[in-house]
């Protein structure tokens, strides 16, 4: 059976953090928020770490990384790079900036053998969530077009220091994804969820709202049809070559509308904890602390935990 593989989309980290030495410790020995990642992915059976990142970024994933990895997984580097384009296609001269969640996953397709998830590298998903998405991978992604998103409960998800931008699920009664809607300005107008339109109105969002936070399962065989969509995307007269992006949400939508895929929304009550701005960092240390004092992860990540 091939490898379950976690692809974790890094290739931004250097420009938000300005080098990814930079980024802030989260944790008392200094782990990194995207630690706490692994570790949760580690301890469920994923045994393959997929970094996509820009080339320029390796050493430093190493330096940072490599040694607390050895021995415990299969870890891998998929370079996210403008010029990887399908056959045909030249890059033009004007773009400057990547193309995408959608392709940055399919920067991956050389190195993923099976079965993969997927999540944002500046994300914390919590333990249950990668339990629901290995459940998953193992069980229902020999189908080829069965797809699966982690779910969030919007409030969680949200800061009091300010605006977010989330995708909002809609989901079936039957549990599957029929779309997302993406929201530039989600947040608190007196305690309740809403979000502001183009004209700056607020628009009540119901209490029951599930986010969507970039946390995927897929088959093996979504790599060829991402790489459908993305020709889709170069070749349609609708595309700013400059400045549009291929999203992975995007992608996955329209296969699903088409009848190509299956995407199972998976309920997590697990909280998602994230830095948009710099007054979250504090509670997003705090939020380990408190995990760590209940059991959930030890004191040390790696000198402690999963071998």
């Known amino acids: 059976m091939s490898e379950t593989s976690l692809v974790i989309l890094a290739a931004g980290l250097g420009s938000r953090y300005g080098g990814l030495k930079q980024i802030d410790p989260i944790g008392p020995n200094g782990e990194l928020l995207i630690e706490y990642s692994i570790y949760d992915a580690l301890s469920v059976g994923i045994g393959h770490i997929v970094f996509v990142i820009q080339q ?28 990887d384009l399908p056959p045909g296609n030249a890059l033009p001269p004007s773009r400057k900036r ?21 999540i944002n590298a500046d994300d914390f998903y919590g333990r249950k969530s990668y339990v629901s998405l290995a ?54 107008q007196d305690e309740a969820l809403v979000f502001w339109d183009e004209d700056g109105a607020s628009q009540r969002l119901p209490e029951t709202s599930v986010a969507s936070m970039n946390m995927w399962a897929f088959p093996k065989m979504f790599m060829s049809e991402l790489g459908d969509k993305f020709g889709e995307f170069l070749d349609s007269p609708d595309t700013d070559s400059t400045h549009d992006e291929f999203f992975l949400p995007g992608a996955v939508g329209e296969l699903a509308a088409a009848g190509r895929a299956i995407v199972r929304v998976l309920p997590t009550t697990a909280s998602w904890i994230g830095v ?24 040390n990540l790696w000198k402690d935990g999963v071998q």
């Open 135 to 188: 459940h998953f991978l193992e069980h229902e992604s020999v189908l080829p077009n069965a797809y699966a998103l982690v779910g969030f409960d919007l409030r969680k998800t949200i800061t009091s220091h300010g605006t977010v931008s989330r995708g909002v699920c809609r989901v079936s009664s039957e549990g599957l994804l029929l779309g997302i809607d993406e929201r530039i300005k989600v947040g608190l």
């Open 276 to 299: 948009t701005y710099r007054e979250d960092l504090a509670p997003v240390q705090q939020g380990i602390r408190t995990m760590i004092a209940d059991g959930t992860y030890p004191m």
């Open 56 to 83: 320029s970024q390796e050493d430093a994933f190493r330096e940072m990384l490599g040694t607390k990895l050895e021995g415990r997984c299969h870890v891998s580097f998929a370079y996210q790079e403008l010029t």
């Open 98 to 118: 990547p193309w995408g969640t959608g392709h940055a996953v399919l920067s991956a397709r050389h190195v993923v053998q099976g079965p993969f998830a997927v």
